[in-house]
Every structure is written in C-alpha cells, then in structure tokens.
C-alpha cells in the first residue's frame, strides 16, 4: 500500500519551493508585503513548507533503513 | 471591501498542483482495489495516525471552517465549547468503551452493528435514514463551494459545481475509503498549514492575545456584556442573558456535552468509519484519541481569527468588512474569506483558498465514502442481493456495485446541490434533523452496548419516539426573532427560546431522554430474543477484556486518553 507520508512530503516540498522562490523573486516589491508589517509571508511559509516537505521524506527514508 | 479575489498565476498553480497530487493518490491506490473489502473498508490497514487525522479531517469541513470562524466574531471564544466539552468527552467515550465492540464484532458499518445488536428493523431505518442525509450534506457541501466560487473568484456556479463534483468523484472512484482516507490527511495538513498565517498575522497586528483582549474591551461593553465575555468560556454561563451565545452552563453541559457530541461523534458512521477501518483494534481504540489532540487546538485556527475579525470590524480605518453589498448586514460565513483577503497577498493566497477547496472536498468525499459503503452491505446486499456461497464471486460483485454506488452518489448530490439552490434553507433544515437522528440513535446503540437486556423492537420503537418526540419539540417551539418555520414552531408556539442553539440543544435533550427510559421501559415489557451467547462481542458486559490493555502503559489507548482528558481541562482552565 502506498505510504502516506510520500505524497504529503513530496506535495508540501514543491509548494514550498515554488513559494519560497515566488518570495524570492517579489522581495522588492511593496504589493507583498502584509499591510502595516514589514513581514514577506511568502518567504517564511515557503521555507516552512519546504522544511516540512523534506522532514517528511527523510522520516520515510528513515523508517525504510530502520526496516 | 469588495469581495472577489484577484488571483495571480501562482495562486492557480498551487491549486493545480494539489489537484494533481489528490488525483495522483487515487491513481496509485486504484491497483490495490481488488475486492470490496479493500474498497468499502480500506482493507482495515490504516495505521493509528493516518486513521485518526483522516477522522478529525472529515469533520473538518468547509461549513466547519467558515461556520466556527464566523460564530468565533460572534460569540468569541464561547465559541470553544464545540471543540472542547462537546467533543473531547464523546471522543474519549467512544475511543475506550465503544470502539472494541464496533470494530470486535466485525460490523462494517454503524448500521450493521445494529443488525447485529438488535435485528433488521432497526438496522433499515437507520441505513435508509443515513443514506439519504449523508448524500444531501454532500450536495450541500457541493453547493456551498460553488456559490463560494462564484462569489470570490468570478467563476461559473455550474462550472464549480462540475469540477469539484468530477475531483472527488475521480479519486473515490479509484481508490475508494482508502483514497478518501489518504486525501483526508493530504487535506488536514494543507487545512492547518494554508490558514496559519492567517492566525500569525492577525494576532500581530492586534497586539497578541492581551493585545486583542485590549482592543475587545469597548466593542464587548458596548454589546452589553463584561469586558472579557469574548475571551472567557464558563464564566458568565450562569445566566443566558449575560453572554454572548444567550445558552446557561446545565445546556451547554447537558445538550451539548452530552447528547449533541456523544450523538454525532459516537454514533455518526461517517466519523467512526475512520476508525473501522484502522489496522487492528488498538489502532481503532487510539483513532479517535488522535483525533482529539488537534481537535483540541483548532480553535486557535479558526476561532481566534474569528475573534480578531470583530476587532477589525469596528476599527473603520482597518478596511475590513464582512458586510453583505445585497442585504447592507454582516454575512459572518464571509468572515474567513474576507480574512484571507486582507492579509494575504498573491502566493499564501492561492494556498489559503487551496485549504478551503480542500476542507469542502474532505467533506463531500467523505459523504460520499460512507453512502456507497452503507448502500452496498446496508441495503443492497440486505435487500436486493443477499450474499451467496460462492464469497469470491460476491466480492467481486459486490466491488463493482460499490464502485456504482459511487457515481451515483456523487450524480444525486450535484441533484441535492442544485436542490439547495432552490430552498435556501435546506442547511438548516437538514442540521436540524441530523440532531433530531442523532440524539435518539445514541440512547438506543449506548442502552445496547451496555445493558443486554435492551431488545431489538424496544430500540425500533426508542429510535422512532426519540425522532417523533424530537420533531414535536421543534415544531412547538422557536427561538426569539425567527423569521422561518425552518427554525420551529410550525405547529404552534408554547415556548420561545432567546436564541436558536438553546432550542437546539434542548431538542436534543428531549429526544435523549424520550428515547433511553422508553427502550428501558419496553425491554422490561418485551421478550429478550437474543441469547447471551449471540451478544458476546456486542454487550460490554459479556465480552471478555483480555488483550484491550496489552503492551506498554505508555502506548496504551487508556494512557493516551489520560492525556487528552488532562490537556482538554488544562485548555478549559486557562479560558474559564
């Protein structure tokens, strides 16, 4: 049976990457930065996506050696 | 503030990747679908984890999420007792003492528990009843996500209505409960994951929570209740004019608490299919009770924005507003998406509004999973084509008839969507009469399991009163200012209740105990049929308890249950 934990790590990492790079790519511009907070979300929630996407992988490479 | 969107090519790229990955996980599932087993009860192979996200996340629709963060800028963080006293209990319930009798007795279905427990009059008319309401909240569902499309992105009513129906039938289709099951964990992370920043960015331009208790103050005195009524849960329960959801603490306790959760989460097949279908009985036991841990932190999700939004709302240079452009009023089911709309810009957008695509197909999915599962063991393989000898030969048929039921749950809820269209209230209308089925159902399947002298025509004749008397109530009575004859009294009015959730909860109550002392009392009357031998399995006292506390203390069910009962007190202190 397919192991959940792939395609929830493998969905969160190319989210995560595509929004890190799109917070990348539009630092400068003012339209994406949250009202009256100096905060680029899409930064901080693509890197976070993007951690949690490897985590997942690398706890099912884990479990896989543990095996 | 207007309300359509302005979605940029990233916002539709996020969607199109989470489409393609749900889609993709029916595709690889689809090879294991070989018999109906696999298909209707996912093989019971899911591990305790995947099980019990999948278990929070069907209840974590998309009328769950705009609904609760509309009653959180409504109600404040009374808004908490439907995560906290009215659920965490029943999930404990459920999880010790009902779960080894549901999973135990080899049951496929809350239904076929009853069936098993009572006899075929009872299991019917709880099949027929939940058929016919599961595939109606399905077309509901349906039709919430296309008016919301619609209304925020300018879509077409029946292109939405099409797609989304066609998404989740692709991967039920394909993969069955298994694939439901898995997209429902796919869709809890995304749900928590798209809506976080939400609660980040909000909490911070208020100040933090005591920021947010500061701002609170003025707009809750001006309201006519204390200053801290919003962010406080039991204090001002003593009386219903002195807080925000006009309900006393022996309602919220005895309607909610008790009938209400115990209704919905013990006895909902839809919820406790999850939990049947996990990988052996301690898995099955451990479900639900992973299932409280984040249940219990939700609110913090889509109740505390909630509560910022009526901040926002009364600060006229914040430029927020949840008010209808048609009616001139507040539409607090708008609050969460007008939220997603002034705090997040292009990127966290497309994944914000992918969280709420996903809790509305969570919902419709599981709908759908557990109609095709109760139409094929509950109806058709009863009353239509009962199995033969030949077991192989019936799987395979068997399959394919679930496989059948699928497509047509999914045509008649796209018929119960457009439904919906014409009778604007049929939402109501329909949560109505799930807590009319519900109350009664729990008094008859509890009296069951934990008294066998309880008898099948009893529980027939309990389930029916409970229903009957459920209805009387409501239609004698209304809540203040109703409008409908939906919200009651369509017989008459002998009592007006200040608000509709005090009706609701006391319907409830009324049911309850209608049904439990009239299947006391006529199992009493009538001849017990079923001998203790057929009930082992069934009836808590005649099944032996040996293996249900196996293993180390730390990984027992009762273990985890001590903690979500600890944490669960701990939260309610905090916000007393």
């Known amino acids: 049976m397919l192991d959940i934990r792939i395609p929830i790590g493998l969905l969160f990492a190319v989210l995560g990457v595509l929004v890190l790079a799109f917070g990348i790519a539009t630092n400068s511009d003012p339209d994406m930065y949250v009202k009256s907070m100096q905060i680029n979300i899409n930064l901080w929630s693509g890197l976070f996506m993007t951690i949690f996407g490897a985590f997942m992988l690398i706890w099912v490479k884990m479990t896989k050696k543990a095996e | ?576």
């Open chain 2, 1 to 576: 503030m207007e309300q359509t969107f302005d979605l940029q090519w990233i916002d539709y790229a996020i969607m199109m990747i989470y489409f393609v990955f749900v889609l993709g996980i029916g595709w690889v599932l689809k090879r294991y679908m070989k018999d109906a087993n696999a298909f209707l009860e996912a093989g019971r192979s899911m591990p305790a984890w995947v099980a019990g996200l999948a278990f929070i996340s069907t209840n974590l629709g998309a009328l769950e999420v705009m609904g609760m963060t509309g009653s959180g800028a409504k109600y404040g963080m009374m808004t908490t007792h439907f995560y906290w006293i009215g659920a965490i209990p029943a999930m404990i319930f459920l999880a010790i003492f009902m779960m080894p009798f549901y999973y135990g007795s080899k049951a496929r279905s809350v239904p076929e528990y009853l069936k098993l427990r009572f006899d075929e009059k009872t299991r019917g008319l709880n099949a027929i009843l939940f058929a016919i309401m599961t595939i109606l909240a399905s077309g509901i569902s349906m039709y919430a996500l296309a008016i919301l499309m619609e209304k925020v992105l300018g879509w077409d009513f029946n292109l939405s209505l099409i797609l989304s129906a066609a998404i989740v039938l692709g991967y039920t289709y394909l993969g069955g409960l298994s694939s439901a099951i898995y997209n429902e964990v796919l869709q809890f992370f995304i749900i928590v994951i798209g809506l976080f920043p939400i609660v980040y960015l909000s909490l911070h331009e208020v100040g933090g929570w005591g920021g947010l208790k500061e701002s609170l103050e003025p707009i809750v005195s001006n309201k006519g209740f204390a200053p801290d009524a919003f962010t406080t849960t039991w204090k001002y329960s003593g009386s219903a004019t002195s807080n925000p959801m006009g309900v006393e603490w022996y309602s919220i306790a005895a309607g909610l608490g008790f009938v209400l959760s115990f209704g919905y989460w013990c006895t909902n097949f839809l919820i406790v299919q999850r939990a049947m279908a996990a990988e052996s009985p301690v898995a099955a036991r451990k479900t639900p009770l992973i299932g409280a841990l984040p249940k219990m932190f939700i609110p913090f999700l889509i109740i505390v924005p909630g509560i910022v939004a009526l901040v926002l709302m009364n600060n006229p240079t914040s430029g927020f507003s949840i008010t209808d452009p048609v009616t001139g009023q507040p539409n607090y089911d708008l609050t969460i998406i007008m939220l997603l709309k002034h705090y997040l810009p292009a990127g966290v957008l497309g994944l914000g509004l992918t969280a709420l695509l996903a809790s509305f197909m969570s919902g419709m999915a599981g709908n759908v999973s557990a109609f095709n599962t109760v139409w094929t063991y509950d109806i058709y393989q009863s009353y239509i084509r009962p199995a033969t000898n030949d077991k192989e030969a019936d799987s395979k048929h068997y399959l394919k008839v679930g496989k059948l039921a699928t497509i047509f749950g999914v045509l008649v809820s796209i018929a119960a969507a457009y439904l919906a269209g014409l009778f604007g209230n049929i939402m109501d209308f329909l949560q109505t009469i799930f807590s009319m089925i519900n109350a009664p159902l729990f008094a008859v399947i509890a009296l069951g399991m934990f008294w066998k002298r309880t008898t099948g025509h009893a529980a027939f004749i309990g389930l029916l009163a409970g229903f009957t008397i459920a209805l009387l109530h409501h239609g004698l009575t209304a809540p203040m200012g109703a409008t409908t004859l939906v919200k009651g009294g369509w017989i008459g009015i002998v009592h007006v209740y200040p608000v509709e959730m005090a009706q609701n909860f006391w319907t409830a109550i009324f049911a309850f105990v209608t049904s439990a002392s009239l299947t006391i009392g006529l199992s009493l009357a009538t001849k017990k049929i079923k001998s203790d031998e057929e009930l082992v399995g069934l009836v808590y006292s005649l099944t032996p308890r040996s293996g249900m506390n196996d293993g180390k203390w730390i990984s027992r069910p009762s273990t985890l249950a001590w903690l979500v009962g600890i944490i669960a007190i701990i939260l309610t202190i905090l916000f007393w």
